[in-house]
Structures are given as structure tokens and as C-alpha cells.
């Protein structure tokens, strides 16, 4: 059963989407994360969505700058890509 | 008596309805969980449910990715299967 | 002076009304706890509340699933039958 | 100086009034506590305050059940009768 | 420089106002403090300000009965008389 | 590399602006600190601002006592004068 | 793989971008953090966003004192320019 953190460790610089409790969500190359969940991405960008409804599909994109640290705190969710474990 | 972790291991690889603070749904194949309660789930979607009532048979579905980590902190409930244990 | 541990063991087997921070309410027969007050309630169903007020005589009852766990940190109150202890 | 515990313990077996975060008062009988303050009370009851204002006079009472077990978590105040200690 | 604890040690049996993050505050004479913050007042009374704006002047009264603990998670602020420390 | 308690030790007897997670500011002579953030500030008052917009040079000030203690769970930010260490 | 805390010493004595759970942002050179991530920040300043939309370059600018001390609670996000490691 692959725990928490070996599920991370496996997507170091791979692409990862963030939900976070504000409502936002990021997108950007997972660097680093540690026991708290706290993340390290590059390249991140905030998905912002419309407040009528609507989907992901709908969304304003806001560059974050090169480097951002998510605190893990306000993290529900992280999504990633499958790469056949 | 069953305890918590007891009650997750019997459900690993099975289907998984887990409600969030967020006040969304999401459904997957429980892959792994650790003592936080953060879980590690396969072939996620969220449900998510019309703002005017209605209940779960309203709901639009999004899927979330392969494979998606969901933050102990922000688990209401975990619904699963019986399995006659 | 019966402890918190105490009094929920004298209920495993038990139906238990468990009132939620979401506003829930949970119904169904208490499993097992831990110390988190995280518990596993069998044949659980939600009481629905209508939101233009009124009292539990008037819920909607929702089926949870054959077992459910309810994560401690979001539990308000449990209430339980007494069998004169 | 009396310290949280010693100030409860006086009060075991005593009627108490409970407020919590959730805005609802419960009161009942105060059969044991821990140190997360969570408290088992006996033949408690609700007190349901007018959305629109008014005081505890104005309250609509909701009985709990024989005994509830209340997180320490929720609770805002706990209220006792003084005995002269 | 005085800490916390020896601050409030020296406030015993004097009247303090506790402001709470319910948004209320409560006035009585400070019988005990823990770590948590937990507070036991004595002829403790919540002051309940009018929701149209206006001060402290403008409100009303609520006695909480003889005794009363405040949980210390719920405390915003602790303002107290100096008596030329 | 100044850590937290340095920074605030450095600041005792100084008059520092707390905002506080309900919105309010605090303004005060700061007299001590713990590893919680809990201070105690004298001579304070709270800085009202109008809810309609405007800055903080829009305030109402009230005076919350000659001696208050804030606890640290509420604190988002401290503000200090800074005398060129 | 980097992790917090070595991500953020990286950055000290830089300008970074902090995001807090109020929904303002703020902005300064890194001073200090802690494990907590309580930051120092030197320059400080709050980007008042309006509350009708609109982007951070519709924002209003509002100084926070030469030094102020952010409690790790409230950060959602720290953002910082990247120098090539």
C-alpha cells in the first residue's frame, strides 16, 4: 500500500493540480512537499473560476511566478497524473 | 471492535464515497490512507451537487485526474461497501 | 465517573444520533471509536432538516451506505439511548 | 486557586448550561468530563433561541436524549450553580 | 518582561473583560486560568451590543449565572484593570 | 537571520499595530510575548474602521483598557517601528 | 529534493509575494521565518484588491510599517522570484 508520502515522492517534477480550501485552484511542477503537506511547485499558475457557475473549463489563468510555497494547511486536494505504479 | 484503520485497510481497492468540508462529494478506488486520514484515491470524480436542493441522483460528475491525494483535514465521512466482515 | 472512552464503549452495538458541524445529523449503529472520537456507524442514514426551519420530526432521511466513517473533528454532539448503568 | 478540572469536578452530578460555537445552548445533568473538555451530560436538552432576537426566555426546548456526550471542541462556555466553595 | 500566565496570576479575583471570537464579551471577577487559556469567572455577564452598530455603551446585559468556564480557544482578547505593576 | 522571538524582543516597551482574524486592529505598548503569540499590550485600543470601505485614517478608536492581553491564535500580523538593527 | 525550509532560506533578504487566508496579499523582503512559517518582513505592504474583480493590477497599495511580523497561520501562499538553483 504506497503511504502518503511515497504517493508524493512519485510525482517530483511531474505536473500536479492543487485544490486549495479558498476556493482556488494551482497548477504547476511539484518540487518538494513535506510531512505537513506544505508544496513547493515552479511554473505555477492560480485557475481562477468564474462565480456564475461554470467549469475548469471556464477559468481565467493568473501566472504565481517562477517558484510558489503552498502552505499544506489550506490544501484539500492534490491530483496527478498516473504513470502506471 | 473494529478500529479506524482496521476499518480502512478491509477497503483498500474497493469504491469509496467521501464527503468533504468543501460541502463536495468524491468517489474512488481507496489506494492507501494514513493515520491523518489523508487518503490516496484511483479514477476520482466529484459530484457535484445543483446549489438549489436536490440530492445525490442531481449530481454532475468531474473527473479529478488518475489518481488523486485528498487532505485528512478536510474529511466529513467515508462511506463504504459492506463486505459481511 | 464514567470517562468519555467509557461511556462510548457501553454503547458499541448501539444506535447513535450524531449531530454534525455541517449541520448534519447521523443516524446509525456505532461500530467502533478511537480516541479522535472518529467513529464507524453501520446501516447510517442523514437526517435531512428543512432549512425554513422546523424540527427533526420533519428531516429527510438519506441512506449512507451499509458503513460509514465519520471523522471525529467534525462531530458536535452524540446521543445515546441509556440502559441504566 | 481552582484550577478547569477541579472547578468541573465540583460540578459532577449538578445541572449545567452549555453554550456552543454552533449558537445553540444545551443543559443537563453533568456526569463526567476530560481534558478536552468534552462532557457527558444526562436528560439533556436543547435550547432553540428565535432567530429574530429575544433572550433565553424566549427559548423553544428540545429534549437530546437520556445521555449525550458533547466535544469538548464545540463548547464556547459551561454555566454552574455556585455552592459556596 | 511579564508572561502571560504571571499577567493573568496577578488579575485574580479582579474583574476582567474577556472579548470572545463568537463575537460577544463577558465581564466577571477572574477566579482561575490554565495554559489553554480556560477561564473561571465568577457573577460573570455577557454584554450583548445591538447588531445597528453602536459601542460598548449601548448594551445590554445577560447574567451567565454564579460560575462560569470559558474555553480558551474561544477567548479573542483579555483586557483587565493595571493596579501599578 | 532575526527569528520571531527576537524580532518581538527587540520590540518590548515599543508601540506596535496588531490585525487581528475579526477584522479588527489593535494598537498597544507591547509588554510581553509568548511562543503562542499571546501579548500583552498596554495602554491599547482598537482601531474601528468604517464596514463601508475607507482606511485606516477613516478609524473610530476605542479604548480597550490600561492593560490587554491578546491571544496569539487570533493574531495575523504585527507591525513595529523599526529603529535600524 | 528541496524542501520548506530550505526553499524560503533561499529567499531571505529577497522580495517575495505572501497570501493570506483574509484574502489580502502582502509584499516585503524576507527577513526571518520559523518552522511555524511566522515570517519578517521588511517594506511590507498590503495589495488591497477591489472587491468588485478585477486583478492584482487594479490594486491599491497601503504601507504596513517598515517591519511586520506575519503569523504562519494565516499564509496561504508564499510566491517568490526565481535565481536559477
Redesign the interface.
Known amino acids: 500500500?504506497?503511504?502518503?508520502a511515497e504517493?508524493?515522492a512519485k510525482n517530483?517534477k511531474e505536473t500536479v493540480?492543487v485544490s486549495?480550501?479558498?476556493g482556488s485552484w494551482?497548477r504547476g511542477i511539484l518540487?518538494?512537499f513535506?510531512r505537513?503537506?506544505?508544496l513547493?511547485l515552479?511554473n505555477?499558475e492560480e485557475l481562477v473560476l468564474p462565480k456564475s457557475g461554470g467549469?475548469?473549463e471556464d477559468r481565467r489563468i493568473?501566472r504565481?511566478?517562477?517558484?510558489?510555497?503552498?502552505?499544506?494547511?489550506?490544501?484539500?486536494?492534490?491530483?496527478?497524473?498516473?504513470r502506471g505504479e
Open positions: 500500500m504506497p503511504d502518503t504517493y508524493l517530483i493540480l486549495l480550501k479558498t494551482v518540487q518538494s513535506d505537513h503537506l506544505n513547493v515552479d505555477a467549469g475548469l493568473v504565481l511566478g517562477k517558484r510558489v510555497l503552498i502552505r499544506g494547511d489550506v490544501v484539500v486536494a492534490i491530483s496527478t497524473p498516473d
